[in-house]
T-cell receptor
């Protein structure tokens, strides 16, 4: 199964951009890159996903490297409410997780006021 | 549009007992997945139900079982509870489309916190 690697923790200042990296060097051509986050005492929340092209939504942007072996979740202006564990997840037939989400340890994002 | 709801929010059981957790899917969704999240770890996939049948299972023993009902709500049953079953149990619903392998989004409920003594 294709796996992802993320830093255990990151810090950011409030109202500054945050770039959360994810490495997935064994990704296959049909694997989607998903990002979820989990705020304290809540269930995970969908953030964004993409296949090959960069994606933007109201929450964040997803930048995917040209070789697809890494990606970056971008929060344009971090707020205190963005403090959470961020999970980078691959989904697809070849990754063995076409239907379910396979969570790793994620990145604990701390936002400083 | 109502989100995913779970009941109860908290539960305390003793070792050896049985427990049933419930989940109501988000409106329009036809698939339910269950996850177990131990303290300090990421959620682990238990199983998924689609059209009232189990459709994929993680590394969990048979004493973890489930049901999906015609209205797409779901139950997770755990028999012969063990201390290690203490965890947050998360339900997620999604809309399965034939063409979206890998692209569908799962929407999570707030979870049920189970403590086994």
């Amino acid at each position: 199964d294709a796996k992802t690697t993320q830093p255990n923790s990151m810090e950011s200042n409030e109202e500054e951009p945050v770039h959360l990296p994810c490495n997935h060097s064994t990704i296959s051509g049909t694997d989607y890159i998903h990002w979820y986050r989990q705020l304290p005492s809540q269930g995970p929340e969908y953030v964004i996903h993409g296949l090959t092209s960069n994606v933007n939504n109201r929450m964040a942007s997803l930048a995917i490297a040209e070789d697809r072996k890494s990606s970056t979740l971008i929060l344009h202006r971090a707020t205190l409410r963005d403090a959470a564990v961020y999970y980078c997840i691959l989904r697809g037939i070849s990754s063995g997780s076409a239907r379910q989400l396979t969570f790793g340890s994620g990145t604990q994002l701390t936002v400083l006021p | 549009e109502t989100g995913v709801t779970q009941s109860p929010t908290h539960l305390i059981k003793t070792r050896g007992q049985q427990v049933t957790l419930r989940c109501s899917s988000q409106s329009g969704h036809n698939t339910v997945s269950w996850y177990q999240q131990a303290l300090g770890q990421g959620p682990q996939f238990i199983f998924q139900y689609y059209r009232e049948e189990e459709n994929g299972r993680g590394n969990f023993p048979p004493r973890f079982s489930g049901l999906q009902f015609p209205n797409y709500s779901s139950e997770l049953n755990v028999n012969a509870l063990e201390l290690d079953d203490s965890a947050l149990y998360l339900c997620a619903s999604s809309l399965r489309l034939r063409t979206s392998v890998g692209g569908e989004t799962q929407y999570f409920g707030p979870g049920t916190r189970l403590l086994v003594l």
